[in-house]
């Protein structure tokens, strides 16, 4: 139930606020790669990116902003533990895809299929996932294995980021910031809650990644 007699406080509002802006960004990149995508399975795959991020992203923000303008509750604390299980399973498939386009971006190089497996660790029913404890041990895993695809994207992108004169040396800030940023909230948000705060510049560094597609569509 509702608590009784809840008044949001300016950082939940700003919270909310900050929550919808970023997923009507992404939203609105997402058309943007499709409408303008002109069948260059570059923008396609960066369109799939992008909503891939915003729909996962969504399980997760839209409990937190009804919690942030309504106030907590057993229904919502639910509804988070499953937006977090399926944001983590998106955020694998976010970086899978991201090697693909980095491929379309520069032809020439192979990805190993094996790296598209890792998705299966995050569907794990013993994560307990909607439970106040979670597991630490598959936690750990799991986040390895996100650092293990994060590694190998940086690299990829770091020795052919400034190849076409695309300047996409970038986008390894903006990896080392994501992964920087979310693997300490996943696991010690729940112990240390002011961690969670990190989510910020993790969002923050999604958004750079949307944008420096957005630049190369136009």
């Known amino acids: ?6 008044k949001p406080q ?25 409408i303008y995508s002109n069948g260059d399975m570059l923008f396609i795959l960066y369109g799939i990116l992008t909503l891939t991020l915003c729909g996962g992203d969504a399980f997760h923000l839209v409990p937190r902003i009804i919690r942030a303008v309504c106030g907590s509750s057993d229904k919502i604390k639910k509804q988070l533990g499953i937006g977090l299980q399926i944001s983590s ?9 991201l090697m693909y386009i980095w491929k379309f971006t520069f032809p020439g190089f192979t990805i190993p299929v094996i790296i598209e497996v890792i998705i299966v660790i995050c569907m794990f029913p013993q994560n307990n996932w909607c439970t106040d404890e979670g597991n630490m041990k598959l936690s750990v895993i799991r ?28 986008m390894v800030a903006a990896i080392i910031i994501s992964f920087g940023c979310y693997i300490p909230v996943t696991l010690f948000s729940k112990t240390k809650p002011k961690v969670g705060l990190l989510m910020i510049p993790k969002t923050c560094a999604y958004m750079w990644i949307i944008a420096m597609g957005l630049k190369l569509l136009f």
């Open 89 to 97: 399973i998106t955020m694998t498939a976010f970086y899978i895809i």
């Open 10 to 34: 300016l950082p939940d509002v700003m919270e909310a606020i900050f929550d919808a802006a970023y997923l009507i960004f992404d939203l609105v990149a997402a058309i943007l790669f499709f």
């Open 143 to 170: 986040n390895s294995v996100f650092a293990v695809t994060g590694i190998g994207v940086i690299i990829l992108y770091l020795i052919s980021g400034n190849a076409y004169g695309y300047h996409l040396t970038r």
């Open 1 to 6: 139930m509702k608590q009784n007699n809840y």
